[in-house]
């Protein structure tokens, strides 16, 4: 019997230890995927978060995201530039129509002028029949 132990002892034993950590590890890396694969089909931002959360990736995405704050507000005073000067572009616009509308209106006759006009009109008739 001594032998028989001997032997087994001596014979490796099946090793499911590693076999098990790798399942395991293949496990976390389906359900990592998946996970990933929902939540920003979802309209999730992943990557944002994961690298808000790590802060030794902080350090490059910093810099990226003052690069990319600067390029944005550069942008934004540029747009900004341009609707001020369509600002400007429309108020003068509005001006000049408000001259016209003035000066439309200071030419329409009024229902005082128009019976004066009426009356100067049928004098005006009159005149010509009389010829």
Avoid at 76 to 98: F, G, R, S, V, Y
Wanted: proline share 3%; net charge positive.
């Amino acid at each position: 019997m001594k032998k028989q132990k001997a032997e087994t002892e001596k014979e490796p034993k099946h090793k499911k230890g590693p076999l098990l950590f790798i399942v395991f590890l293949l496990f976390l890396f389906i359900i990592g995927g998946a996970g990933y694969f929902l939540l920003s089909a979802s309209g999730v931002d992943v990557k944002g978060k994961v690298f808000s959360a790590l802060p030794f990736l902080n350090e490059e995405s910093d810099q990226e995201a003052s690069s990319q704050s600067m390029n944005s507000s550069n942008m934004q005073n540029q747009e900004t530039e341009a609707l001020q000067k369509k600002i400007k572009e429309k108020d003068l616009e509005i001006e000049n129509l408000q001259v016209k509308l003035e000066r439309a209106k200071a030419e329409t006759p009024t229902e005082e002028n128009s019976e004066e006009q009426k009356q100067a009109k049928g004098k005006r008739k009159a005149i010509k029949q009389r010829r």
